[in-house]
Nanobody, 124 residues
Framework: QLQLVVSGGDLVQPGGPLRLSCAAS????????IGWFRQAPGKEREGVSC????????YYADSVKGRFTISRDNAMNTAYLQMNSLKPEDTAVYYC?????????????????WGQGTQVTVSS
């Protein structure tokens, strides 16, 4: 059974850190690009970051560059999104996704499998 399980969402104060995890079962993440997306109420789902399966290249939305770091541990079949210096505008449901032939990393349609999402709320 193919499954991506997202965890780590929480309520955090502005400026604080949070790490999200995306654990896979039923697929081997080695062969997939991993993307992180988020969706705030009333807004479209947007790409936050992506890490390729070929050379480990990483990509970030301008809004999170320098604050978020994506990584993957193929041995653990898990990907991570380390989020630092969080801002209220980072509040959203965060999703991870796996894509086998991902070209446009910011497009949700490029991904084959999706996790269930986890709520991140940044507020004092």
């Amino acid at each position: 059974q193919l499954q991506l399980v997202v965890s780590g969402g929480d309520l955090v104060q502005p400026g604080g850190p949070l790490r999200l995890s995306c654990a896979a079962s039923g697929i081997t993440l080695d062969y997939y690009a991993i993307g992180w997306f988020r969706q705030a109420p009333g807004k479209e789902r947007e790409g936050v970051s992506c890490i390729s399966d070929t050379d480990g290249s990483t990509y970030y939305a301008d809004s999170v560059k320098g604050r978020f770091t994506i990584s993957r541990d193929n041995a653990m079949n898990t990907a991570y999104l380390q989020m630092n210096s969080l801002k209220p505008e980072d509040t959203a449901v965060y999703y991870c996704a796996a894509g086998e032939y991902t070209v446009d990393w910011e497009s949700p349609t490029e991904y084959d499998y999706w996790g269930q999402g986890t709520q991140v709320t940044v507020s004092s």
